[in-house]
């Protein structure tokens, strides 16, 4: 984010950019990168980005900057997006609003579908992304990577010994999947093709996708005379847990999914099973989880949501048995800067009138290339269907 001009609203620190602009869109943080900064100055939006200090801006703080006059708003996953600010952003003649993220539990979509604001969210670029991040957990819990991180850098190494962070090891065992869409997909992809795990997956729908893609691989390795992968759908979460040595959360939130992983849960799982979240914080009960990891020493955990974020639960940060990140799944330069754009084109695309893109799983037209040439329709509004949205027809 670079130039602008620096003013005041309501208090706050806020860099204007393009200040003749026709559509005033407020931006509640600033964001990474120059091409979502175009694409709302091509569609003729004045953009002030709010650059308070405050790391979570309140309902209040939101309301105050949106003002008596405000067309659109990108907001963010930690501020609460229900009838009192999208009130309050209709009231200001608002038309549009995106979320800079994917998951989009913060914002009662329904409040915003009686007042009429389409929704925006970020699919597609966080993919990858989110996958790896799982997968790095998932790597450092196992190996114990930041324990021992932790013992090096305390100066207490005196020379290598036979037992010394001795963890557990992945390959070809079993890696279990709760919730297996792109994310899920991607994270299996990397523990299957690189670490020769076998897959069980939980799903409420199966998906023949994603086991064709591993069968065909563990016919692949047969013909490579090595060990075939399997893939499995399993009926329950429950039969999940049983059988895989790694199992990653990859489900959204919603009331099916909340404390998803109880206690009674984690002691279905092995003894000395990793298990990873960098969905939700809320599926799983931290507080049972700690109980969990303190009477089991070998049991692991790797985690980048937390229950009640930006504190972790109680005993937490004493369990050298967790590895713990702060929220940080989609943090790549390339994501960050991805999410920023989609954010951006939402917006000024529903400001221009425009439909809603057919496929919000395939944003690629809208990463790269001349802004004036990318495609004219809003990459991913979610409640598009609710609000009777026409889709865009090349
Ligand atoms: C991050 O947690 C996101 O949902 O984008
Ligand atoms: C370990 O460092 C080994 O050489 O076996």
């Not at 405050?54 to 501020?79: F, N, R, W, Y």
């Not at 819990?141 to 850098?153: H, I, L, P, T």
């Not at 754009?341 to 001349?370: M, Q």
Request: glycine residues 10%.
């Amino acid at each position: 984010m670079t130039g602008g001009t620096e003013t005041t609203v309501a208090g706050f620190p806020v860099r204007v950019f393009n200040e003749g602009g026709s559509s005033r869109v407020v931006v509640t943080k600033p964001l990474p990168g120059d091409r979502w900064l175009d694409i709302l100055q091509h569609a003729g939006c004045r953009v002030e980005v709010c650059e308070s200090p405050k790391t979570i801006l309140s309902v209040g703080d939101i309301a105050a900057l949106i003002g008596p006059q405000c067309d659109g708003v990108i907001g963010q996953l930690t501020e609460d997006w229900s009838a009192p600010l999208f009130g309050t952003l209709k009231r200001a003649g608002g038309r549009a609003f995106s979320t800079y993220a994917v998951g989009y539990n913060n914002v009662k979509v329904h409040d915003a579908t009686n007042l009429g604001i389409p929704v925006g969210n970020t699919p597609g670029v966080l993919t990858d992304t989110t996958a790896e991040i799982a997968a790095a957990l998932a790597l450092a819990a196992a190996r114990r990577v930041v324990e021992a991180d932790k013992f090096m850098r305390a100066g207490n190494y005196e020379g290598w010994l036979p037992t010394l962070f001795v963890g557990s090891l992945l390959q070809g065992k079993t890696c279990g999947i709760v919730g297996a869409g792109r994310i899920g997909f991607s994270f299996a992809k990397m523990l299957v093709e690189g670490h020769k795990m076998d897959l069980v997956y939980y799903d409420l729908f199966p998906q023949p996708k994603l086991e064709q893609y591993f069968s065909a691989y563990g016919e692949f390795l047969k013909a490579q005379g090595e060990r075939p992968v399997t893939v499995r759908r399993l009926e329950t979460v429950e039969a999940v847990l049983r059988e895989a040595d790694l199992v990653s959360l990859h489900c959204a939130l919603d009331a099916s999914t909340h404390h998803l992983i109880d206690a009674a849960h984690l002691r279905l799982m092995k003894p000395d099973a990793v298990l990873v979240n960098a969905a939700r914080g809320e599926v799983i009960d931290e507080a049972a989880l700690v109980a969990h990891l303190e009477t089991h020493p070998d049991f692991r955990a790797g985690l980048d949501v937390y229950e009640h974020e930006p504190r972790m639960a109680a005993g937490l940060a004493e369990c050298d048995n967790a590895v713990v990140v702060p929220h940080i799944a989609s943090a790549s330069l390339y994501t960050r800067g991805g999410m920023a754009t989609l954010a951006a084109a939402n917006v000024a695309a529903v400001l221009r009138g425009f439909p809603a893109w057919r496929d919000p799983s395939d944003v690629a037209p809208f990463l790269e290339g001349d802004v004036a040439a990318m495609p004219p329709a809003a990459p991913s509004i979610v409640n598009a269907a609710d609000l009777g949205l026409a889709l865009y027809a090349p």
